[in-house]
């Protein structure tokens, strides 16, 4: 058996192991489902109610998605322009922070007074959220270019333009593609933030309203949803990060363990 299979064989188990003893534990404390429902009343509930709850998935996912391109957009474009002047680095990066210290639950209310409740808010919300891991990663990818490549592209009379289109940004792609995939989940945080507050369809109106009624079986049915759409997207982006760099990667046939 090789050692990928293992590593896949071996990470399932803990992952089954882990809501076997949940379920378990539920059963032997007699835990009451407004506590902690078991994974099988989660399960139940998301198979009976999926009518209802399709729509506010579609809606969720839809939403982050355009946030979540924005995102990348924004970010690419501020990480050149950070990682390649001296100048916007010192002036961007703690405007940057500062911005992103900023509890984005309180940057809703902003949003909905500019431009009402709904989709919008929702959004740019997302959009910010996944914003900051991307400019921090390819403004690193690009500030770490290796000097000596950079004097050969000078030495064959190459432009700015050409330095960072065949060697800075190449050379960014492996954090650019580890921004991603942590910039995704965020869009959801962002999304679910959102329509909680100002919002009355998506997978956070439903869970706000589920919480208030005590539904506790279908907020957590909820919250199963965001992590498969978070884990779908997350290997969704794996392997275009292994098509697109597979060159940066370690083999697993060195990993050991």
């Not at 404390?29 to 009343?41: A, C, D, G, T």
């Not at 946030?67 to 680095?89: E, P």
Request: a positive charge.
């Amino acid at each position: 058996m090789s050692y990928a299979l293992r590593r896949r064989l071996s990470s399932t188990a803990v992952i089954i192991g882990f809501f076997v003893l949940w379920e378990a534990a539920c059963v032997i404390f007699h835990i009451k489902e407004i506590v902690l429902p078991r994974p099988s009343q989660v399960l139940a509930t998301l198979w009976l109610q999926a009518p209802a709850i399709w729509p506010h998935t579609v809606q969720t996912l839809y939403t982050t998605l355009i946030g979540f391109a924005l995102g990348i957009v924004s970010g690419v474009l501020l990480g050149v322009v950070i990682g390649s002047s001296r100048l916007a680095y010192d002036t961007g990066y703690p405007l940057l922070i500062g911005f992103s210290s900023i509890p984005k639950v309180a940057v809703v209310p902003i949003f909905v007074l500019w431009f009402g409740a709904g989709t919008v808010p929702a959004v740019l919300t997302a959009m910010i959220m996944s914003l900051f891991p991307i400019v921090v990663n390819v403004a690193t990818g690009l500030a770490t270019t290796e000097p000596e490549l950079e004097d050969v592209m000078k030495a064959l009379r190459a432009t700015k333009l050409d330095i960072l289109f065949n060697v800075g940004l190449p050379r960014a792609m492996p954090y650019f593609f580890a921004s991603l995939k942590v910039s995704v989940t965020l869009a959801f945080v962002g999304t679910v933030i959102a329509e909680t507050v100002a919002s009355n369809r998506g997978i956070g109106n439903l869970m706000m309203i589920a919480s208030s009624s005590f539904d506790v079986p279908l907020v957590f049915a909820g919250l199963l949803v965001l992590a498969l759409l978070g884990v779908g997207l997350y290997a969704i982006f794996s392997l275009i990060e292994g098509r697109v760099i597979g060159w940066a990667r370690r083999k697993d046939d060195y990993a050991m363990g």
